[in-house]
T-cell receptor, first 109, second 112 residues
Framework: QKEVEQNSGPLSVPEGAIASLNCTYS??????FFWYRQYSGKSPELIMF????GDKEDGRFTAQLNKASQYVSLLIRDSQPSDSATYLC?????????FGAGTRLTVKP | EPEVTQTPSHQVTQMGQEVILRCVPI?????FYWYRQILGQKVEFLVS????????KSEIFDDQFSVERPDGSNFTLKIRSTKLEDSAMYFC??????????FGPGTRLTVL
């Protein structure tokens, strides 16, 4: 069974701080990794994807991938109250996407 | 910007009834998916569809479920005889193949 694991949280950070979200996956052959944000009652919204080891930055977001350790993380710099949501880690398989349970982030003003 | 659309936004049905959830994927996308999210739980893969046939399905996607692309734009999920435990958000997604999946807004299915 291919698993994607995330700390369910909740994770609470003050406004302006860095939020760090972590994810591990079980299938060593996985190649594509995605972070989605989901507001309550809404559909997953893509934040960014990463395929290669190392860091990938997009605005206030940085995704980090370490295939040897089978983990992927998301850093949110200068966190804003509007970043409060559930963050879903997803691993792309050949014909489907497997999601973690999500980490609930609260950014306090 | 192109987007995946889904109808209806909310469907209420009686147990044992058939429901059809509709999706219009992004027009140039080739791969289509259905996912389910029970309230408070993770997003779960149901089925993927390419070239007018199912590519992969999960253990959730049993004989009660079927998918169809009846024309060039719609992609439907049919649940033949709904059960209480089918109550969930159902998301349709599409992509170009091996790339980012874009999700529709979802249909909330409530089975009474």
């Amino acid at each position: 069974q291919k698993e994607v694991e995330q700390n369910s949280g909740p994770l609470s950070v003050p406004e302006g701080a860095i939020a760090s979200l972590n994810c591990t996956y079980s299938d060593r052959g996985s190649q594509s990794f995605f972070w989605y944000r989901q507001y309550s009652g809404k559909s997953p919204e893509l934040i960014m994807f990463i395929y290669s080891n190392g860091d990938k930055e997009d605005g206030r977001f940085t995704a980090q991938l370490n295939k040897a350790s089978q983990y992927v993380s998301l850093l949110i710099r200068d966190s804003q109250p509007s970043d409060s949501a559930t963050y879903l880690c997803a691993v792309r398989e050949v014909n489907d996407m497997r999601f973690g349970a999500g980490t609930r982030l609260t950014v306090k003003p | 910007e192109p987007e995946v659309t889904q109808t209806p936004s909310h469907q209420v049905t009686q147990m044992g009834q058939e429901v059809i959830l509709r999706c219009v994927p992004i027009s140039n996308h080739l791969y289509f998916y259905w996912y389910r999210q029970i309230l408070g739980q993770k997003v779960e893969f149901l089925v993927s569809f390419y070239n007018n046939e199912i590519s992969e399905k999960s253990e959730i996607f049993d004989d009660q479920f079927s998918v169809e692309r009846p024309d060039g734009s719609n992609f439907t999920l049919k649940i033949r005889s709904t059960k209480l435990e089918d109550s969930a958000m159902y998301f349709c997604a599409s992509d170009l193949g091996g790339q980012t999946q874009y999700f529709g807004p979802g249909t909330r299915l409530t089975v009474l």
